[in-house]
């Protein structure tokens, strides 16, 4: 199973960019997915997540900032960003948990996000 980020970059604070995450392989369903991100110097934190029933969860300091949504029929979670300040800035992260009862999961190759003037 891969799973393939795309759209990071370079943006202003104050701006949006919106992250793409497609799983791909052999999966039957898949649970939970997720964004982390991980700033220089920082542990990997959670910044959203959301279950296959599209329940969601957010860290504090990106609520109401982010919205995170997936497409269970392309297996694509997505993470709209906007007002994005200078402390967002980090390499953002997809994480997938897919099977049952077995409990497989997996890391997407990271994108970066940059948020500066």
């Known amino acids: 199973v891969q799973l393939v980020e795309s759209g990071g970059g370079l943006v202003q604070p104050g701006g949006s960019l919106r992250l793409s995450c497609a799983a791909s392989g052999n999966i039957f369903s898949i649970n939970d997915m997720a964004w982390y991100r991980q700033a220089p110097g920082k542990e990997r934190e959670l910044v959203a997540g959301?279950?296959?029933?599209?329940?969601?969860k957010y860290t504090d300091s990106v609520k109401g900032r982010f919205i995170i949504s997936r497409d269970n029929a392309k297996d694509t979670v997505y993470l709209q960003m906007n007002s994005l300040k200078p402390e967002d800035t980090a390499v953002y992260y997809c994480?997938?948990?897919?099977?049952?009862?077995?409990?497989?999961?997996?890391w997407g190759q990271g994108t970066q996000v940059i948020a500066s003037s």
């Open positions: 959301i279950t296959r029933g599209g329940s969601t």
């Open positions: 994480y997938a948990n897919w099977g049952t009862p077995i409990i497989n999961d997996g």
